[in-house]
């Protein structure tokens, strides 16, 4: 029997051992009714095999068992290392709590599914449980933002760029996960430089004053940070590849260069 084999047995043994409790504090969540600090510890831990299941699955997909061995532990190093828990976005929390609602609201589930995707924001069932709480004002909040705006079908003027925004969106996203420090500068140039791939001419830029950033960094949790001029810094070369990349997703999401 081949290692992955082993390892796939023991997984379904997991699996039939904790299917039962887990069903029950399921059930006990999606009916809204309070389980326990030891049942959500249980969820978030024992209860929880995304990480078991994670690792069965890359390595029933290699055939290099030691190089995936590495990856992984790299991946863990990362997540694991102690640092400040990242804040989701405004953006974030309408994506999760959105999936919450379409897929059977279950809070542990959820939570566990956008760990996969968000790793760095650590999500917990008292946690989407915290989020449903704020939901209504979030989504208040939401509609008056450029992303809000874009997805709206009435809305025909866009007077934000939001294919520039939706960029930015993603790779402060992409830089929180790598714990980038992000400062006022770099957000103002990487907006500049997102603006330069979308073809947006230098005279309908809009005014990145200190209100509009004070503003964006409250959207997506970002905090005050200290200058960091190596983070602002980009090759041509790197400038020259997000450019070709970032006009791909303009293109395939429908906007206009």
């Keep these: 029997m081949k290692p992955v084999d082993i390892l796939k047995k023991g997984l379904q043994k997991l699996r039939d051992q904790t299917h039962d409790r887990k069903v029950r504090l399921e059930a006990e ?18 209860g929880n095999l995304v990480d078991e299941e994670r690792v069965v699955e890359e390595l029933d997909k290699a055939s290099d068992y030691e ?12 997540i694991e290392e102690p640092q400040t828990k990242a804040n989701a976005t405004l953006a974030q929390q309408i994506e999760i709590l959105n999936w919450y609602h379409t897929n059977g609201k279950h809070q542990s589930w959820t939570a566990n599914h ?4 968000y790793p760095f924001l650590r999500l917990k069932q008292p946690k989407i449980s915290d989020w449903l709480k704020h939901e209504a004002s979030w989504r208040a909040e939401y509609k008056g933002t450029s992303a809000g705006v874009a997805h709206s079908v009435k809305r025909v003027r866009q007077t934000q760029h939001p294919e520039v925004m939706e960029m930015l969106d993603l790779w402060v996203s992409e830089a929180m ?6 400062t006022g500068e770099v957000i103002h140039q990487k907006w500049k430089a997102f603006a330069d791939c979308a073809g947006v001419p230098t005279d309908k830029h809009i005014s990145l004053s200190e209100g509009w950033l004070s503003r964006y960094k409250v959207r997506n949790g970002l905090k005050q940070t200290k200058r960091h001029s190596e983070a602002a810094s980009a090759s041509p070369q790197t400038v020259d590849k997000e450019c070709l990349c970032m ?10 260069l």
């Excluded at 190089?67 to 990362?78: G, H, R």
């Excluded at 956008?114 to 995707?117: E, G």
């Design 177 to 182: 996960a790598d714990k980038l420090l992000l």
């Design 29 to 46: 969540l999606k009916a809204n009714r309070p389980i326990s600090e030891v049942d959500e510890e249980w969820l978030d831990h024992t």
């Design 67 to 78: 190089a995936v061995f590495e990856k992984l532990n790299q991946q863990e190093k990362s």
């Design 114 to 117: 956008f760990n996969k995707i």
């Design 247 to 256: 006009q791909g997703l303009i293109k395939n999401g429908g906007y206009k």
